[in-house]
């Protein structure tokens, strides 16, 4: 990669969103190049060590991508996902610069390119495009709420995407801030390693991984229900957490928060105040195990509608202990105050989710929280567009399944502008 150098369009980050772009470009002779800040597929990288992808492999497809019918519907690795988008970029040649961090994208209103200002091996380049492609993601950038300030300075705390294996944490008990499908996944991680865990909850959607002889993401999709456009989704919608699951087993399997109270993580409601080492927590827990009950029981009742309303053969629902409804004498006595010192306490793992960030991005496209503006990933300012950002189009564009068609757009729009640009420059 040399200075000054111009190519037809940028794409920005080498998941797979980026990677997929990527392909499409290629597809259609464009000159472009890929920039990478880290190496192909680095947000993936940042998962712990035992983490398996939560969607069955059929799911995870990029354009181009075909699958064996024996591998449809099991489950890789994050690791293995890793190796797949690494060899999806050797095998399609894609033009991906790495350890190249974008610090700067502008453009003039009288100037027909972006200018895209990057680092790299400590220098600074100054590329050109006549468009943009931004694919880094809507979740790559963690996000811990101030309130951990306030927890003594000798507590280790990391975030998820720090967290690897439980021999990197200091011996004892351990705490998980956030219940969303990092924080249980990690709790079951952390317990099958003989940890001590408490977990700090609040209201997260609950799904069985398998109900009526397939796999959940299946049914949703027989549904249609990853289709729902992005501008009729209710607001609550836009913000509502990944449904807790897990890819771990031959077919994956349940995960509840009842299902980790029978694995002896003590569960609390959502972290309220810190004062030292004493902490308090709202009494919300089971209002908590509540809601992930109501949208399991909600969900197999459409699908239960569905197979009525399509004749469709399947067997009756399997018995999901993970998924039976919580016995709520378990938690008449639910901890509202916890000692940090006198339950041996000495790691907090803050799963507590991530954001996009966009504040290298100098242009009139970003809202007030610092987010894009965008219809279908298509920016308001010419020939700028994002790719892979959670509800880009609808409410599969929050899943890998979504990449394809989201791409397919994006991509289609950029070269009708562009090669009316290519003639109009000719």
Not at 30 to 59: C, Q
Not at 335 to 360: M, P, R, S
Request: avoid cysteine.
């Amino acid at each position: 990669m040399n200075s000054n150098e111009t190519y037809d369009v940028i794409v920005i980050g080498a998941g797979q969103a980026g990677l997929a772009t990527s392909y499409l470009l290629n597809k259609n002779d464009i000159n472009h190049i890929v920039l990478e800040r880290g190496t192909v597929a680095d947000t993936w990288k940042k998962r712990w060590d035992s983490f398996y992808m939560n969607s069955p492999n059929k799911f995870n497809l990029l354009p181009g991508e075909s699958i064996d019918d024996s591998q449809a519907d099991g489950f890789i690795s994050g690791q293995q996902y890793v190796e797949k988008l690494v060899h999806y970029a050797q095998l399609n040649q894609l033009p991906v610069q790495t350890q190249t961090t974008v610090v700067s994208l502008t453009k003039s209103t009288d100037d027909a390119f972006f200018k895209v200002t990057a680092q790299k091996d400590g220098q600074s380049h100054l590329l050109k495009a006549k468009a943009v492609v931004v694919a880094t993601g809507g979740q790559n950038f963690p996000t811990i709420p101030a309130i951990s300030k306030r927890l003594p300075a000798s507590l280790f705390q990391i975030h998820s995407d720090q967290y690897r294996n439980p021999s990197q944490l200091p011996e004892g008990a351990v705490l998980i801030i956030g219940s969303a499908t990092s924080g249980v996944q990690i709790a079951e991680d952390l317990t099958e390693a003989g940890r001590k865990v408490f977990m700090s909850t609040s209201a997260v959607a609950r799904m069985p991984r398998h109900y009526r002889g397939l796999d959940i993401m299946e049914w949703l999709d027989r549904m249609q229900f990853f289709n729902k456009p992005t501008h009729i989704a209710e607001p609550h919608e836009l913000q509502m957490k990944a449904p807790l699951m897990s890819g771990i087993g031959e077919k994956g399997h349940t995960l509840s928060l009842q299902s980790l109270n029978k694995q002896s993580v003590i569960l609390l409601g959502y972290l309220e105040d810190i004062q030292d080492h004493k902490l308090t927590f709202k009494d919300n827990l089971v209002d908590n195990l509540q809601f992930g009950d109501m949208v399991s029981n909600q969900l197999k009742d459409g699908i239960n509608q569905f197979i009525d309303a399509t004749h469709t053969q399947a067997p009756v629902a399997e018995i999901d202990d993970a998924d039976s409804p919580v016995d709520m004498s378990l938690f008449q006595d639910r901890t509202l105050q916890l000692d940090l010192k006198e339950n041996n306490i000495n790691a907090v793992i803050w799963t507590t989710g991530f954001t996009g960030n966009f504040n290298w991005i100098n242009l009139p496209v970003l809202d007030a929280k610092g987010q894009p503006v965008h219809s279908n990933g298509i920016s308001n300012v010419p020939n700028l567009y994002f790719n892979g950002l959670p509800w880009q189009r609808n409410l599969k564009s929050s899943l890998i399944f979504g990449i394809m068609e989201d791409t397919e757009i994006v991509t289609t729009a950029l070269l009708q502008n562009l090669r009316v640009n290519l003639k109009e420059m000719a």
